[in-house]
Antibody, heavy 122, light 107 residues
């Protein structure tokens, strides 16, 4: 069974840092692009960013709202995806989902993890 | 950036109704358009990819169509488990944005 499990969420003060992890299983992790998507409480879905696979030099892409503050990385040997979040703002409060990209560069998100809640508050 | 606009933002419908949700892109995205369903408190779930391909395991009452800038998601006969929020998403270019969502409620 293909599965994604996020961890690392919690309460952090504005300006602080947090690192989210996503453990993947049931598929060849190293073959796939992987993305992060977030959802603020009561709001819609917002794409955060992407890491491509080794064949594409692990290139990363980011939404303008997080560029320069967030860093996406991966460890294919551990089947794991990471989101390092620095200089956190109250508007970063959201459930963060990791998701596998199927279909290559113009692909779709399937499956999604269960999400981990990040709360940025003093 | 490509803007994705869904309509309506919400709708009320009865079990058995035919429901259509539209999604418009601010520029052509070919068929790089995907649809997701999100039930309350749950992660989104892929329904339709590449505008019209039904994800494995998704009931055939769901269908998608369109290309270029205009797309539709149709539920042919609404079932109780279909009451949820639906999002379109473009995968044509970065940033890979979503529509604002359409909440389907029970009439």
């Amino acid at each position: 069974e293909v599965q994604l499990v996020e961890s690392g969420g919690g309460l952090v003060q504005p300006g602080g840092s947090l690192r989210l992890s996503c453990a993947a299983s049931g598929f060849t992790f190293s073959d796939h692009y992987m993305d992060w998507v977030r959802q603020a409480p009561g709001k819609g879905l917002e794409w955060v960013g992407r890491t491509k696979n080794k064949a594409n030099s692990y290139t990363t892409e980011y939404a303008a709202s997080v560029k320069g503050r967030f860093t996406i990385s991966r460890d294919d040997s551990k089947n794991s995806l990471y989101l390092q979040m620095n200089s956190l703002k109250t508007e970063d409060t959201a459930v963060y989902y990791c998701t596998r990209v199927r279909g290559g560069a113009v692909g779709w998100f399937d499956p999604w993890g269960q999400g981990t809640l990040v709360t940025v508050s003093s | 950036d490509i803007q994705m606009t869904q309509s309506p933002s919400s709708l009320s419908a009865s079990v058995g109704d035919r429901v259509t949700i539209t999604c418009r892109a601010s520029q052509s995205i070919s068929t790089s358009l995907n649809w997701y369903q999100q039930r309350p408190g749950k992660a989104p779930k892929l329904l339709i990819y590449a505008a019209s391909s039904l994800q494995s395991g998704v009931p055939s009452r769901f269908s998608g169509s369109g290309s270029g800038t205009d797309f539709t998601l149709t539920i042919s006969s609404l079932q109780p488990e279909d009451f949820a929020t639906y999002y379109c998403q473009q995968s044509y270019s970065t940033p890979r944005g979503f529509g604002q969502g359409t909440k389907v409620e029970i009439k």
